[in-house]
């Protein structure tokens, strides 16, 4: 309306705008039209209106359409965005990126606790018993009203609490039985996530996948041994050279952790995974189909890994699944599951603490060359770690694309577009 206004007041004779080539084609043009047939009369009048516009005038007019097909396609889009479902998961803030620890060791009840209090604004401490602190961390399904006879909606909307762990003071998620070990615990008696606290982000995301999926786990923490302990081995080795990294140190006593609970417990099998793994999305299917077909004997299997030659190592038995092989050298232990007797076998031969630079995951490995580890693998790898950017450069057979990421499922189920909560 405003652009025709301007249009309408500053009008201008036409012909004033015209240059002379342009008046002479014009000319040209209507001693062409008088020798055309009638029957091209429609045709004839529209080429001279259009002839007739100035140059000006047509520039505008382009303008004015393509600002109208914009803000057409506009108005589509958010007609589309406010349309699609968006989660609405309140205890997840904008402040998780924020409250990562300078430190992923870091052990300090205090710390800890003003990390995890920063979850999202519907946690709430309160006691159980009178006696531990636990944190609520509600989820609300996204798609808005609910129906409270399914077990998902059930499953999602159940207040997650976070107790402290075993003898520390570092609080970690505690998730619900949701069945059997069969489907639960993907064929284990028990699953163990191991989280590195400077990554809270990666426990949110892990603690939602597994409601998601119905899996139960409990979460270990990445943590440092007691320094009287650390001072203590250091002077035993007596050593300045091959001596291992604290780096190192951390992760081995994090998982002869595990090693030494999974005995203590007296579970018959277990399943470690990293907060950062990924996984198929009908893992549960697939671990059923696995443990139907592996050997009895097995002591190690590795349904996640970074072997390079797993797909050539040939399979246990005639009958067995395609994908499940004799392993060869799977590495890297983001997923792997250890039988009653592979865990015996590892607490004989793996000492609490490392006596050099060597990671735990080559000792493992180093086990299975002397022959005192029966180890199996699946080819492709049905779990991942993630992000995979920070695994593509090496290009393993680990970091290939799973067929159906349950991390991308998740990120669509919540609806990564939703608008912004104020």
Known sequence: MFLHGRMKSNAVDPALLLTNKEKDDMEAGRLHTTTMSDSYGGIRNSVGIVLFIPRMYRVCCISL???????????????????????????????????????????????????????????????????????SVSYVHPHGKLNQSSDENRMLTSRIQLRPYKDTGIRLPVLPNYGSPETARL?????????????????????????????????????????????????????????????????????????????????RSAMVLDDSVDMELNIKTIMRAIHRHIPTDWDMLFPGHCGAFEGTQPRPSPD????????????????????????MRLLHSLPPLPTSNEIIGMAIMRLKEKGLLKMYSVDTPVFAPRPAAEHEATGLAGNKKLDISAVDHLALWQGQNKQKQH
């Open 187 to 267: 064929g284990c008696d028990h699953i163990y996530v191991i989280h590195n606290l400077g990554h809270p982000d990666r426990l949110l995301r892990m603690v939602k996948l597994l409601q998601l999926l119905r899996i139960s786990a409990e979460f270990v923490p990445v943590m440092q041994p007691p320094e009287s302990l650390l001072r203590a081995h250091m002077a035993a080795l007596n050593r300045t050279s091959n001596i291992p990294s604290l780096e190192n140190i951390i992760e081995w006593h994090t998982r002869h952790r595990i090693f030494r609970d999974m005995a203590e417990q007296g579970y």
């Open 65 to 135: 359409v393509i600002c109208l097909v914009i803000a057409g396609m506009c108005c589509l889009i958010q007609s589309s965005d406010t349309a699609s479902p968006s989660a609405a998961i309140t205890s997840v803030a904008n402040t998780a990126a924020s409250t990562a620890m300078t430190s992923p060791y870091i052990n300090d009840r205090d710390d800890n606790k003003q990390t995890l209090d920063k979850i999202g604004d519907t946690e709430r401490l309160h006691h159980i018993d009178g006696h531990h602190p636990v944190s």
């Open 320 to 343: 067995a699944l395609p994908s499940l092989r004799l392993a060869n050298m799977p590495i890297c232990l983001h997923a792997h599951a250890i039988s009653r007797q592979g865990l």
